[in-house]
């Protein structure tokens, strides 16, 4: 392929200068600033405002100051990106240096990072801290940490970390039992060198098979495989992406979420009680209309659907694209899965997918009997709008495949997102929408793909509108935000990834850019708001907060927009 030759415009040196701006801010406000000799930390985000680093507080340790490396990951990213484009170390040269710190003095004796959903680094103590009523425990959900760098840091550790990730969320082999929380502080095994057995999906099990955690145990496996040659890592990865597929419908080829059904180990008859330990979910709410069907694993709704046919859809092509021939079965379940979704859940007209079981049963406009997990009594089920999350999926599916129902779903999502049409083929019949309202950053990593593949200018002018509303959208005061109105900023925020990502498309250096893979961290936990009272919060809500809001209107009004 021709190498491109691209102008550049004003706006290309704006948007550029807004990720240099932020950075620089980032590595200036938001880092340890609470000793004398400070450590390399970042804080996950700041008030733009006053520069008050952003906290959490705990029912049993009060104040802390949230730096938690897993949320982190998509700022590494950008960090690292910014030092290729620019052939600045000091971006990147930041990022590993808090890797760094972590790996020799923040891991557990077995090597798992303390980090995740439920567990972070105070920046104040530099002690960990996390929910005491989860017990403090490692979790990942589709995360996809940014394992290149952490390699590039150091290999060994790396790799015990993996180990030992695999090791605390692995709870029995012969049974793959998995779940999502994982116990610090085991001895490691011999993690990957038991047999392979292949199970029946839908048995009972005391963990909680979810996909979101069994991504991130893929991922590690395969990335594992990638940078070290681990062969048995990569044996366990294929292992655990099949039980999902084997768990999708027989007929429609649709699911699965996960592979196995909460064993049922207490008693109630309060339906408004969702734990799992009560049994399977979905049969407790719908097992008395739909029979057998009705299972956690068989309901295909927009949370699980997003980590099926977005996250782990897209993650599997990356795994492959790397791997080649050795990942080439992950490669063939992923485009089955993809073509399933696209024919039984898709609706065009609103470009939207149905709420319904794995069998094809349609839950779009079900109005529920009880209480429970998906819902009260009353309330109907919807569709949900196909985002670019999937329009990214399937994008990529076609451009490795050219497989025209990939290219259909991409056009149809394309145009139900703003976008215009992206063409009959790949830069041929191209009529972008230029007047675009679209600043969703996963828009713009699918354009670059589309660019990356033909070279098509149409492709980087609308990547140049998206990239323009996106900073017109959400930079203010140097950093990323939601909207103007808003006071916290995330630092690992997609948006300044995205923008340097476009800049090293019109500059011809998108080799040197990480690939996106579309993860991200979360922190979940109780929360004590200054009356005392006690709620179960998730970080993305302190960055909700507006301007002149209440922290506690915020949460307990419980507004999510």
């Given at each position: 392929m ?25 590595l200036?406000n ?12 970042f ?10 680093q952003i ?13 938690n ?8 990213r950008?960090?690292?990106s ?6 600045e170390?000091?971006?990147k ?8 710190f ?6 557990d ?23 005491a ?11 996809f940490p ?5 390699y590039?840091v ?23 039992d998995?779940?999502?929380?994982g ?6 095994g ?17 963990g ?6 069994g ?24 292992h ?11 007929n ?18 309060d339906d408004?009680?969702t734990l ?15 029979g ?70 349609d ?5 529920l009997k ?7 009594a009353?309330?109907?089920?919807k ?16 451009l ?5 129902s990939?290219?259909?779903?991409s ?6 997102n ?8 790949p ?5 972008i929408?230029?007047d ?19 070279m098509?200018?149409?492709y ?13 959208r ?15 900023a ?10 340097i ?7 011809d ?6 690939t ?36 506690t209107?915020?949460i ?6």
């Amino acid at each position: 392929m021709m190498k491109a030759v691209n102008k550049v415009l004003e706006n290309d040196k704006y948007r550029l200068n807004a990720v240099i701006e932020f950075c620089d801010n980032v590595l200036e406000n938001g880092r340890d600033r609470y000793r004398e000799n400070p450590s390399p930390l970042f804080c996950d985000g700041i008030n733009i405002d006053t520069l008050e680093q952003i906290k959490w507080y705990f029912p049993d340790t009060g104040e802390v100051v949230i730096s938690n490396l897993a949320t982190q990951q998509n700022l590494f990213r950008t960090l690292t990106s910014l030092s290729n484009v620019l052939n600045e170390p000091k971006y990147k040269d930041s990022a590993m240096a808090a890797i760094r710190f972590h790996f020799e003095h923040l891991v557990d004796k077995s090597g798992l990072l303390q980090w995740g959903g439920h567990k972070f680094i105070d920046l104040k103590t530099l002690e960990p801290v996390g929910a005491a009523e989860k017990n403090y425990v490692h979790e990942l959900k589709n995360c996809f940490p940014f394992y290149d760098l952490m390699y590039e840091v150091n290999p060994n550790s790396t790799e015990k970390f993996i180990k030992a990730f695999w090791n605390a969320h692995v709870y029995d082999w012969e049974e793959l039992d998995v779940g999502r929380h994982g116990e610090y502080g085991l001895a490691v095994g011999s993690v990957w060198k038991q047999e392979l057995v292949q199970c029946p999906p839908f048995r009972e099990s005391l963990g909680l098979s979810f996909i979101n955690t069994g991504n991130d145990l893929i991922y590690a496996g395969a990335s594992l495989y990638r940078l070290h040659g681990n062969k048995d890592a990569l044996r366990w990865a294929k292992h655990l992406a099949y039980q999902f597929v084997s768990a999708r419908d027989k007929n429609t080829g649709l699911g699965a979420y996960q592979f196995t059904q909460p064993k049922k180990t207490g008693e109630t008859d309060d339906d408004t009680i969702t734990l799992s330990k009560y049994g399977d979910r979905a049969k407790r709410q719908f097992g008395p209309e739909f029979g057998d069907v009705a299972l956690e694993a068989k309901v295909l709704r927009e949370g699980g659907a997003n980590s099926i046919y977005g996250k782990n859809a897209l993650m599997q092509q990356q795994i492959a694209e790397e791997i080649g021939e050795d990942a080439k079965d992950m490669l063939a379940w992923t485009y089955e899965g993809l073509r399933s979704f696209a024919r039984y859940a898709y609706i065009p007209a609103n470009n939207s997918f149905r709420t319904m079981f794995t069998d094809g049963t349609d839950l779009t406009g079900y109005v529920l009997k009880r209480n429970g997990y998906y819902g009260k009594a009353g309330s109907e089920m919807k569709s949900y709008f196909a985002h670019c999350g999937f329009l990214l999926s399937y994008s990529r599916a076609f451009l490795a495949t050219r497989d025209i129902s990939f290219w259909i779903m991409s056009r149809s999502i394309a145009k139900g997102n703003d976008l215009g049409e992206i063409g009959d083929e790949p830069g041929r019949a191209v009529r972008i929408n230029m007047d675009t309202e679209c600043s969703d950053p996963i828009a713009l990593f699918a354009i670059i793909d589309l660019y990356r593949a033909t070279m098509c200018e149409d492709y980087l002018d609308l990547g140049r509108a998206i990239g323009d509303n996106m900073v017109r959208r959400s930079y203010h005061k140097g950093y990323f935000i939601k909207d103007s109105t808003r006071i916290h900023a995330k630092f690992d925020a997609l948006e300044p990834f995205a923008l340097i990502s476009l800049q090293a498309a019109i500059e011809d250096k998108l080799e040197s850019i990480p690939t996106f893979v579309n993860g991200a961290g979360f922190i979940s936990g109780d929360y004590q708001f200054p009356d005392g009272t006690i709620e179960t919060v998730f970080d993305w809500q302190l960055y909700q907060l507006r301007r002149g809001e209440d922290i506690t209107d915020l949460i307990k009004g419980k507004r999510s927009s």
